[in-house]
């Protein structure tokens, strides 16, 4: 599609009867251009999907349209998102979302992996949209944002200056941001007061030890609640800050401000008080080894097994909530066996000599702090194949609405998503997930049509 001119975007607002609202932040991008430019940063392939937040009159999403292989907008202004059904209305691969990108069910845009985000944000909720969209945990691979110039500046703010703070903290623990252009008033109807400006923001894949998220948040809340005092005045109680200060080689007296990232992931890693944050699997531990029949045969240890394919045995437990959602979690890049992928709500090994049911108990809570009094409901059990890692599995089931709270060396994060999205997530994108968890999901769903 051609790209639009300032006097088409005004004719598409005047159709729509839509007088720019300032307590909205519409700012309708009019030079065509700069639109071009834009779009461009998003390295876009015919592969991708594309989520645009913020379409507006869709002087972005033109150039799109065609060239990817979905096009999710989503646009908070009826009359604007009624527009834009009418106009990409005989276009399937184009879905139009009337929704609050601040609110907006992000689970349900895992199923378009391979994932790209894309927004002009308005002034007035950029920063909501971001946390809703492109926090801890997201589907995206590569995002570009256009917000006023003042917010790129703090997202990407280092340590020292007076604008780094939460903000800078929160994205760059999940983003590499790059600011790109400044991108002046006279580029958009009706013109703001103030510069805006565009970002690129690449997942961060490595650099930082695996760390509590949780945690970390609410430590730099601490450490900036009042920005110019000492961090030993707004740190925990236990333990005390001269330990953990001098264990960091940090100065006694030194100010959350002028700590660096890795520094803040350093004193979070010191006050997580879990026993298995550094532990992502033990390759001493012993397990039984068994025949195809399951009956124990010998004992070998983690990395033998794994090595010589032996016959052995795991657990995998589906965790539900009172909604219905399915909890899974995603493996920890440090993982030996699928890195990185989503999995079962809970699995591991049988140490030698246990049983199932007393690993299941033990396994709900080392990986997720879920604390049973009896064994979880059996579902199923599978034979152990390939698919499955050479393991007997058998597959459990329980419901829990509480807290949850996991070992960051071995779970990279979690959440709950709806049946319905896992399903059409794995018919689309089955690399995303490991292998024993879809051989559990493809049995329990033939054992029992019932939500597992």
Same mark, same amino acid.
């Given at each position: 599609?051609?790209?639009?001119?300032?006097?088409?975007?005004?004719?598409?607002?005047?159709?729509?009867?839509? %007088?720019?609202?300032?307590?909205? &932040? *519409?700012?309708?991008?009019?030079?065509?251009?700069?639109?071009?430019?834009?779009?461009?940063?998003?390295?876009?392939?015919?592969?991708?999907?594309?989520?645009?937040?913020?379409?507006?009159?869709?002087?972005?999403?033109?150039?799109?349209?065609?060239?990817?292989?979905?096009?999710?907008?989503?646009?908070?202004?009826?009359?604007? /998102?009624? /527009?834009?059904?009418?106009?990409?209305?005989?276009?399937?691969?184009?879905?139009?979302? +009337?929704?609050? &990108? !601040?609110?907006?069910?992000?689970?349900?845009?895992?199923?378009?992996?391979?994932?790209?985000?894309?927004?002009?944000?308005? @002034?007035?909720?950029?920063?909501?949209?971001?946390?809703?969209?492109?926090?801890?945990?997201?589907?995206?691979?590569?995002?570009?944002?256009?917000? $006023?110039?003042?917010?790129?500046?703090?997202?990407? /703010?280092?340590?020292?200056?007076?604008?780094?703070?939460?903000?800078?903290?929160?994205?760059?623990?999940?983003?590499?941001?790059?600011?790109?252009?400044?991108?002046?008033?006279?580029?958009? @109807?009706?013109?703001?007061?103030?510069?805006?400006?565009?970002?690129?923001?690449?997942?961060?894949?490595?650099?930082?030890?695996?760390?509590?998220?949780?945690?970390?948040?609410?430590?730099?809340?601490?450490?900036?609640?009042?920005?110019?005092?000492?961090?030993?005045? $707004?740190?925990?109680?236990?333990? /005390?800050?001269?330990?953990? #200060?001098?264990? %960091?080689?940090?100065?006694?007296?030194?100010?959350?401000?002028?700590?660096?990232?890795?520094?803040?992931?350093?004193?979070?890693?010191? @006050?997580?008080?879990?026993?298995?944050?550094?532990?992502?699997?033990?390759?001493?531990?012993?397990?039984?080894?068994?025949?195809?029949?399951?009956?124990?045969?010998?004992?070998?240890?983690?990395?033998?097994?794994?090595? $010589?394919?032996?016959?052995?045995?795991?657990?995998?437990?589906?965790? #539900?909530?009172?909604?219905?959602?399915?909890?899974? *979690?995603?493996?920890?890049?440090?993982?030996?066996?699928?890195?990185?992928?989503?999995?079962?709500?809970?699995?591991?090994?049988?140490?030698? &000599? =246990?049983?199932?049911?007393? !690993?299941?108990?033990?396994?709900?809570?080392?990986?997720?702090?879920?604390?049973?009094?009896?064994?979880? =409901?059996?579902?199923?059990?599978?034979?152990?194949?390939?698919?499955?890692?050479?393991?007997?599995?058998?597959?459990?089931?329980?419901?829990?609405?509480?807290?949850?709270?996991?070992?960051?060396?071995?779970?990279?994060?979690?959440?709950?998503?709806?049946?319905?999205?896992?399903?059409?997530?794995? !018919?689309?994108?089955?690399?995303?997930?490991?292998?024993?968890?879809?051989?559990?999901?493809?049995?329990?769903?033939? +054992?029992?049509? +019932?939500?597992?």
């Amino acid at each position: 599609m051609a790209a639009m001119t300032g006097k088409e975007i005004r004719e598409v607002l005047d159709q729509a009867r839509v %007088l720019p609202s300032k307590q909205l &932040g *519409q700012n309708f991008l009019i030079d065509p251009n700069m639109a071009r430019w834009i779009v461009a940063q998003l390295e876009i392939s015919e592969d991708d999907a594309v989520c645009e937040v913020g379409p507006g009159t869709g002087a972005l999403s033109v150039h799109l349209v065609g060239k990817v292989r979905r096009l999710i907008l989503i646009e908070f202004d009826g009359r604007l /998102a009624g /527009a834009l059904r009418e106009r990409f209305k005989d276009d399937p691969s184009v879905e139009v979302h +009337h929704a609050d &990108g !601040a609110k907006f069910d992000g689970r349900t845009l895992f199923k378009y992996r391979k994932l790209k985000f894309l927004g002009n944000l308005p @002034y007035s909720c950029g920063g909501a949209i971001m946390k809703n969209l492109l926090s801890r945990p997201h589907p995206f691979e590569r995002a570009v944002i256009m917000l $006023q110039k003042e917010v790129i500046t703090r997202l990407a /703010a280092q340590p020292g200056t007076k604008d780094y703070g939460i903000l800078s903290l929160r994205t760059q623990a999940n983003w590499e941001v790059e600011p790109l252009r400044t991108v002046p008033p006279e580029a958009f @109807y009706p013109r703001p007061t103030i510069d805006s400006a565009v970002a690129v923001l690449r997942p961060r894949t490595s650099g930082l030890p695996p760390f509590d998220y949780r945690l970390f948040d609410e430590l730099i809340r601490r450490g900036f609640a009042q920005r110019r005092k000492q961090l030993k005045k $707004q740190m925990p109680d236990e333990p /005390a800050w001269e330990e953990i #200060s001098s264990g %960091l080689n940090l100065s006694a007296t030194v100010r959350g401000e002028e700590l660096t990232l890795s520094q803040w992931v350093d004193l979070t890693r010191a @006050y997580d008080p879990h026993p298995l944050k550094d532990l992502p699997q033990k390759a001493g531990e012993i397990f039984d080894v068994v025949d195809e029949n399951d009956v124990v045969i010998g004992q070998a240890t983690r990395g033998e097994v794994h090595a $010589q394919k032996m016959l052995h045995r795991a657990v995998h437990i589906f965790v #539900s909530n009172k909604r219905g959602d399915l909890l899974l *979690q995603k493996r920890s890049l440090l993982k030996d066996a699928h890195p990185g992928v989503w999995d079962s709500s809970v699995s591991g090994h049988l140490d030698a &000599g =246990e049983d199932y049911p007393a !690993a299941a108990i033990r396994e709900l809570e080392e990986e997720m702090g879920i604390v049973v009094n009896s064994a979880p =409901e059996e579902i199923t059990r599978i034979a152990p194949s390939e698919a499955t890692g050479w393991e007997h599995i058998r597959l459990f089931r329980t419901f829990h609405d509480g807290s949850l709270r996991f070992p960051s060396a071995e779970i990279d994060t979690a959440m709950w998503f709806p049946i319905a999205e896992i399903e059409t997530w794995i !018919a689309n994108r089955p690399e995303d997930f490991a292998s024993g968890f879809l051989e559990c999901w493809k049995v329990a769903h033939g +054992h029992n049509n +019932h939500t597992p």
